[in-house]
């Protein structure tokens, strides 16, 4: 079965720096998804992707965020100067068109990021 | 905006008993989609039922089961001749049928299994 992918599994990195997390989503699926858990809370929305381009975000998704799907497979999420409160657990999704197989979205496996 | 309720933050049951996790939500769509997730210390989300809010007739899953209440907007998982794999973090999840949405997610109930 087709499964979402997110490298690394595991980032750590020092307060202040970049971070880009990376995503393939499955391949005919044309909408993306990042979210985020906070150790011991709830999965949050961040954004969405369609076409292009950011379909929704989240009070979250600051100007500190960005998405790019640079090259037709991989979905990416950069952090651009990250905070320890940037420390949490985000997980990519992605869907298809019209609905197929038991999920509407089938998310990835998560990348523990850790910030210093 | 939709929200989603998990009034247990914790719960805890014998093995091979069975036992009910509460999701309560709140939306003004007539179509939806309702989830319930696993969550291991892995911290991967594994689905483990869906409801569609248009069918009546309750989801099953081998020893999953929801109870969905629509009018009540309540929608609970039971889970019957519990194992310790069972033992994890719940989060009950809605989806407004709608590709362009995202999820919402509850805040999460841990589950843990008795020997």
């Known amino acids: 079965e087709p499964e979402v992918t997110q490298t690394p599994s595991h980032q750590v990195t020092q307060m202040g720096q970049e971070v880009i997390l990376r995503c393939v989503p499955i391949?005919?699926?044309?909408?993306f998804y990042w979210y985020r858990q906070i150790l011991g809370q709830k999965v949050e929305f961040l954004v969405s992707?369609?076409?292009?381009?950011?379909?929704?975000k989240s009070e979250i998704f600051d100007d500190q965020f960005s998405v790019e799907r640079p090259d037709g497979s991989n979905f990416t999420l950069k952090i651009r100067s990250t905070k320890l409160e940037d420390s949490a657990m985000y997980f990519c999704?992605?869907?298809?068109?019209?609905?197929?197989?038991?999920?509407?979205?089938?998310f990835g496996d998560g990348t523990r990021l850790s910030i210093l | 905006a939709q929200t989603v309720t998990q009034s247990q933050p914790e719960m805890s049951v014998q093995e091979a008993e069975t036992v009910t996790l509460s999701c309560t939500y709140d939306?003004?769509?007539?179509?939806?989609?309702l989830f319930w997730y696993k969550q291991p210390p892995s911290r991967q989300m594994i689905l483990v039922i869906r409801?569609?809010?248009?069918?009546?007739q309750n989801a099953t899953e081998n020893r999953f089961s929801v109870n969905f209440q629509k009018a009540a907007k309540s929608f609970s998982l039971k889970i019957s001749d519990s194992q310790l794999g069972d033992a994890a973090m719940y989060f009950c999840?809605?989806?407004?049928?709608?590709?362009?949405?995202?999820?919402?997610f509850g805040p999460g109930t841990r589950l843990s299994v008795l020997p």
């Open positions: 999704a992605s869907s298809a068109r019209t609905g197929e197989g038991d999920q509407p979205q089938h």
């Open positions: 391949s005919n699926h044309l909408y």
């Open positions: 992707f369609y076409n292009n381009e950011i379909s929704e």
């Open positions: 939306t003004s769509e007539s179509d939806y989609y």
């Open positions: 409801q569609e809010a248009y069918k009546q």
């Open positions: 999840a809605y989806w407004p049928d709608n590709y362009g949405q995202n999820f919402v």
